[in-house]
C-alpha cells in the first residue's frame, strides 16, 4: 500500500516532446487555369538544402488541403521542377514521393481513365495515360533514384510530370472537350467565379 501513490504517476513528459516536434506548415494557395506560370517550362533545380526541404512539406501540407493525390511547383506559381506525389492522400507517409527534376525514362501499356487537376477545379476528363512508367528524378539531397509507378501512381506520375514543362490535361483531350471546357472556363471567369 505505501507505494500507491508514486505508482499513479503518469510518464506525461514523453507524449508532449512528441507532439511538440511538427513544425507548423504553410498552405499555399493553388494557381488556376488561365495564369501563364501553368503553361511555361519550369526551370531545372540546382541547389539543395533545408529551404528545399521545406518546401516540399509545406506542398504536401497544400496538396492535403486541396485533396489532391500530386502537386507541380509551378502549381503554386514556383516555375521551378519540384513535384509532390501521394496516391493515399496522406494515409501512409511512407507512400510519399518528391521528386525534383524528374523525367520519363521508359513506359508501357495504355490506360484511359478520367482524370481531374487541381488548378482546373470542377472539371474531369479522359485521358489515355501509359500503365507503367519508370522515372528518374533526384531526391531533395540531390541523389538521383529511379522509381516505378503502375496505374494511378502511372497517371500522376506523367501529370505532374507534364506540369514540369507546361502541359495541363486539357491538352489531350479531344478538341471539342477541349473547347467545352475552356469556354465554360471563360464564363465562370467572366462571372467572377475563377
Ligand atoms: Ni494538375
Avoid at 69 to 78: E, M, R, S, T
Avoid at 118 to 131: A, D, H, M, T, W
Avoid at 151 to 165: G, M, S, T, V, Y
Wanted: proline residues 5%; hydrophobic residues 40%; contains cysteine.
Amino acid at each position: 500500500m505505501a507505494d500507491k501513490s508514486t505508482s499513479s504517476e503518469k510518464p506525461t513528459a514523453t507524449a508532449e516532446a512528441t507532439e511538440a516536434a511538427a513544425p507548423a506548415r504553410r498552405i499555399y494557395p493553388i494557381v488556376k487555369y488561365g495564369d501563364p506560370v501553368l503553361e511555361k517550362p519550369a526551370a531545372t533545380l540546382k541547389n539543395f538544402g533545408a529551404e528545399l526541404e521545406t518546401l516540399a512539406e509545406d506542398m504536401f501540407a497544400s496538396m492535403y488541403a486541396a485533396q489532391g493525390v500530386g502537386l507541380a511547383a509551378p502549381q503554386i506559381g514556383k516555375s521551378i521542377r519540384l513535384t509532390v506525389v501521394d496516391v493515399t492522400s496522406g494515409k501512409n507517409p511512407e507512400a510519399k514521393i518528391v521528386m525534383v527534376n524528374p523525367e520519363i525514362i521508359h513506359a508501357e501499356g495504355e490506360v484511359r481513365e478520367e482524370e481531374g487537376c487541381l488548378s482546373i477545379p470542377g472539371f474531369r476528363g479522359y485521358v489515355i495515360r501509359p500503365q507503367f512508367v519508370t522515372v528518374r528524378a533526384q531526391n531533395l539531397k540531390g541523389e538521383s533514384f529511379d522509381i516505378r509507378g503502375e496505374n494511378l501512381l502511372a497517371r500522376a506520375f506523367c501529370h505532374e510530370i507534364d506540369h514540369l514543362n507546361g502541359i495541363l490535361f486539357l491538352q489531350h483531350l479531344s478538341m471539342l472537350k477541349r473547347d467545352l471546357i475552356k469556354r465554360k472556363i471563360k464564363k465562370l471567369r467572366k462571372e467572377g467565379e475563377w
